[in-house]
């Protein structure tokens, strides 16, 4: 190991330790950031002049959104990886070119991005299952996210390279910032100034630019171990090959759900109206928010497991693995039981409507019935990633959205109707953990193996 190697507490510190360290920040922060949505939400469903319909409106925008968030993860989650095992190999250059370079390419997504969808916007949102009843509502609303695109999507993925830079705290205040300026804009423009669905946005764009300006202080001011060198910034195709690379699992699991919430939608119009549109929404804000913790427990374990893979400690990057998992499944637990017991109070927090209430709290029963196995899912397909297999990390990742919800999703109503659409999810919980389990115990036993040969090697360097 090289001195910056020893020196780095990610290679010496206490595992449970780093966790805590690392991912307490993440989940809070990504709490944090799900509660842009859930809020959202919240407050559109309980605004008279929107309700139910709102609802609707920004369940159907909900997938556009996500594709947004799916090229900022392609560059940001994908560029902090790469930044993270350069760092534990001691290349401290490569991972200042990586920083420059996610950032560059975060810039010309969102700008390509908020063009394409200021001049395709309805054809967008009717493909993504807007009735005619709901899109006023969804366009008001994307009109203003496409305009904000251009910080949302850079800062949610500079803000991975906070953390990767061994600064997670700063990493967990960046999104409380916006998060908290969302929460007090929302009412303001929804409510004071009667700006309904354009207000719910403008107070998104809005907490979003002052995250955006606080990570490139971070970043420019120096404030960080790693500077932002300006003259990185334009793409080098090396670099961005690597970084779509270790990126495209998240990208395509976040296509994934962008088909997903599709293809969910325009059966729910087709089976249930706009109301089974609106209370899916509610669930998938409900999901989102249960989730949530585990994503930022990712996040925080992935550079541990990163660097100790790159210096050859696949001792501690089993532990840390396992101690994530167990976190992880900890997590989903408890949120899964507080879904248990209080369907009903969940659902009426966002609308009172009775007949969304009813198809709410009935559709989540059944779409969380496997729910608690998903922790471990998300965690283990993940480890993939971290040690830079993304070809393993993304057919993992795919298995319970695309390989297995989306074809049960067209599979099931057939059959059985709204049933078989909602019981699309358990199913491909179920199947996608177990798939996922064969997978990562099978190269666990891998990485044992290379650690005994390490171990033989260095003996016979003594002997």
Request: charged residues 15%; proline residues 4%.
């Amino acid at each position: 190991m090289t001195d910056e190697q020893k020196q780095n507490p990610l290679g010496y510190e206490k595992i449970w330790k780093l966790l805590v360290k690392f991912s307490l920040p993440a989940i809070v922060g990504m709490v944090v950031t799900s509660l842009y949505n859930f809020v959202d939400r919240i407050f559109i469903g309980n605004a008279p002049d929107l309700g139910a319909n709102g609802l609707a409106g920004i369940t159907i925008s909900f997938p556009v959104m996500i594709l947004m968030m799916a090229l900022g993860i392609l560059f940001g989650v994908g560029g902090a990886t790469l930044f993270s095992i350069k760092l534990g190999e001691g290349k401290k250059d490569v991972a200042e070119k990586a920083l420059g370079n996610a950032l560059g390419s975060l810039l010309i997504a969102a700008v390509v991005y908020c063009i394409v969808g200021q001049i395709f916007m309805d054809p967008i949102l009717r493909a993504f299952g807007a009735s005619e009843t709901i899109l006023p509502y969804a366009r008001d609303y994307m009109r203003v996210i496409f305009v904000g695109a251009i910080f949302m999507m850079t800062s949610l993925g500079m803000n991975n390279f906070i953390r990767a830079d061994g600064n997670p705290k700063v990493a967990m205040i960046t999104m409380f910032f916006g998060a908290g300026l969302n929460i007090i804009l929302d009412p303001i423009f929804i409510f004071g100034l009667n700006m309904g669905m354009t207000g719910a946005a403008l107070a998104t764009a809005l907490a979003q630019l002052a995250s955006f300006l606080w990570i490139m202080r971070y970043f420019l001011k120096g404030k960080g171990n790693v500077k932002l060198n300006k003259a990185y910034i334009k793409p080098e195709w090396s670099i961005v090959k690597q970084i779509v690379s270790l990126g495209t699992p998240g990208f395509a699991l976040q296509l994934a759900n962008s088909l997903l919430n599709t293809v969910l939608n325009r059966n729910l119009l087709l089976l249930g109206g706009d109301i089974a549109v609106g209370g899916m929404g509610i669930i998938n804000s409900l999901m989102a928010l249960l989730l949530m913790p585990v994503i930022g427990l990712r996040q925080g374990a992935q550079p541990i497991i990163s660097f100790n893979y790159g210096a050859q400690n696949y001792d501690r990057v089993k532990t840390a693995t396992k101690q994530s998992i167990f976190a992880g499944t900890s997590i989903v637990l408890a949120g899964y039981t507080l879904t248990r017991i209080f369907p009903e109070e969940l659902i009426l927090m966002f609308n009172q409507n009775p007949d969304l209430v009813e198809f709410g709290v009935y559709a989540l029963g059944i779409w969380f019935l496997f729910l608690p196995v998903v922790g471990f899912q998300i965690v283990a397909s993940n480890f993939f990633q971290a040690i830079g297999r993304p070809k393993s990390a993304m057919i993992l990742t795919l298995s319970r959205q695309a390989i297995l919800l989306i074809p049960a999703l067209f599979i099931f109503p057939i059959f059985w109707g709204m049933e078989g659409l909602l019981h699309a999810a358990p199913f491909a919980d179920f199947f996608s953990a177990a798939i996922t389990g064969v997978w990562f115990f099978r190269s666990v036993r891998n990485l044992e193996a290379d650690e005994e040969k390490k171990r033989l090697r260095a003996q016979s360097r003594v002997s």
